[in-house]
C-alpha cells in the first residue's frame, strides 16, 4: 500500500475512533455525575427504555438519518450529543495526524535533540503522545459539559486523570517535551525528571489560577472547577504550557466580559488548551522564553498580568 491510501485510511481510523470516544464522552457526562455505570445498561431510550440497535448508534450519521428522533416512540434527542462527538472526531483527526502520523510535527523537542542526539517522535513515541494528549483534552471536555449541566464534578474522572498526567511520564519521559525543572536538577532525561516536569505544572496551574480566578471575583464550585481543571493542564504540559494558557485564558475572559460570577472559565481554557497543543511547536519558536523551564520570570509576569487583567473589574466595583 502507497503512502497516501495508508494516510487517507489512519485518517479515517482517527475519525472513525474519535466519534466512537466522542460518544463515549456523552454516556459519562450524563451517567457520572448520578453515579451510574458507564458501561451497564447498554444505550436507550430515556422514554421508551427500548434498547438503540446498533446500527441506530453510529456517531453523528444516525443522529441525521433519524433526525435526531427515537426510531420507536419518536422521542428527539438534543442535537448537543452528535455536535460533541462530531467536535471530538475533529480533534482526534487533528491531534492524530500532528503526533501521531508525522510524529510530533507539532511540539518543541530541541530539548531532547540538543541532549542526546535522538530523535525521539519515531512511530512509537509518536501515538502515545497522541493518547495522552488526547486523555487530557477528553477529560477537559467532559469536565465543561459537567459544569455546564451544573452536575457536580466526578472525583473519579479527576482522580483517573491525574494519575495518568503525573505517572505516564514516569514510564515515557518523552511526554513532557517541555521540561519544568531546572537543569541543575540534572535528572532532565529521566522519568522522574518529566514526572518532576508534571509535578511543577501541577502547582503552577493551581496557584496561577486560584489567584487570577479570585481576583477576578470567581468563588465556589466556579472557581474550584476552573482550577482543578488547570491544575489538569499543567500536569500533562508542564509549568511554562499552563502559564501561557492560564494568563490567556484570563486575558480573554475578562475583556469579552465573561462573568466569572456567573459561570467557570473551563469553556475558554480547553479551547487555548487545544490550540496550544496543536501549535506548541510554532507558539515557543516566537516566544522562547516559554520553552526555557529555568525562566521562572515568565511565572511572575503572568502574576502580574494576572492584577492587571483584574483591574477593570475591581475598578467597576469601587466606582459602584
Ligand atoms: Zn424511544
Not at 156 to 166: C, E
Not at 179 to 207: D, I, K, N
Not at 289 to 309: G, I, K, M, N, R
Request: proline share 4%; hydrophobic share 50%.
Amino acid at each position: 500500500m502507497d503512502v497516501t491510501t495508508e494516510n487517507w485510511l489512519i485518517s479515517l481510523w482517527l475519525v472513525v475512533i474519535g466519534g466512537c470516544i466522542g460518544s463515549f464522552l456523552n454516556v459519562i457526562v450524563y451517567r457520572v455525575p448520578l453515579g451510574l455505570s458507564v458501561t451497564h445498561p447498554g444505550s436507550h431510550c430515556p422514554r421508551c427504555k427500548h434498547a438503540v440497535r446498533w446500527y441506530d448508534n453510529i456517531p453523528v450519521a444516525s443522529w441525521i438519518w433519524l433526525r435526531g428522533k427515537c426510531r420507536d416512540c419518536g422521542e428527539s434527542f438534543s442535537v448537543r450529543y452528535a455536535v460533541i462527538e462530531a467536535i471530538v472526531a475533529m480533534i482526534f483527526l487533528a491531534i492524530g495526524h500532528c503526533e501521531g502520523l508525522s510524529g510530533g510535527s507539532n511540539l518543541p523537542s530541541t530539548f531532547y535533540l540538543a541532549e542526546t542526539g535522538e530523535v525521539l517522535y519515531g512511530d512509537f513515541t509518536g501515538w502515545i503522545l497522541c493518547v495522552y494528549h488526547l486523555t487530557l483534552i477528553c477529560t477537559l471536555i467532559c469536565l465543561v459539559l459537567i459544569e455546564y449541566d451544573q452536575q457536580t464534578i466526578a472525583r473519579k474522572l479527576l482522580g483517573f486523570s491525574l494519575l495518568v498526567g503525573l505517572l505516564a511520564p514516569l514510564i515515557w519521559p518523552f511526554l513532557h517535551p517541555v521540561r519544568s525543572t531546572a537543569s541543575w536538577l540534572e535528572m532532565s532525561t529521566s522519568g522522574w525528571g518529566a514526572f518532576a516536569s508534571g509535578v511543577t505544572g501541577f502547582v503552577a496551574g493551581t496557584v496561577l489560577a486560584l489567584f487570577a480566578m479570585a481576583l477576578q471575583g470567581m468563588r465556589g464550585s466556579a472557581l474550584t472547577s476552573t482550577v482543578l481543571c488547570s491544575a489538569i493542564v499543567g500536569s500533562f504540559l508542564g509549568w511554562p504550557a499552563v502559564t501561557a494558557i492560564v494568563t490567556t485564558t484570563v486575558a480573554f475572559g475578562s475583556f469579552s466580559n465573561l462573568n466569572p460570577k456567573k459561570m467557570p472559565w473551563t469553556g475558554p481554557l480547553l479551547v487555548i488548551t487545544t490550540i496550544w497543543t496543536l501549535a506548541w511547536k510554532m507558539i515557543v519558536a516566537r516566544l522562547s522564553f516559554l520553552e526555557d523551564p529555568s525562566y521562572w520570570q515568565t511565572f511572575v509576569a503572568a502574576l502580574v498580568l494576572a492584577v492587571l487583567c483584574a483591574l477593570p473589574s475591581l475598578w467597576k466595583k469601587r466606582t459602584n
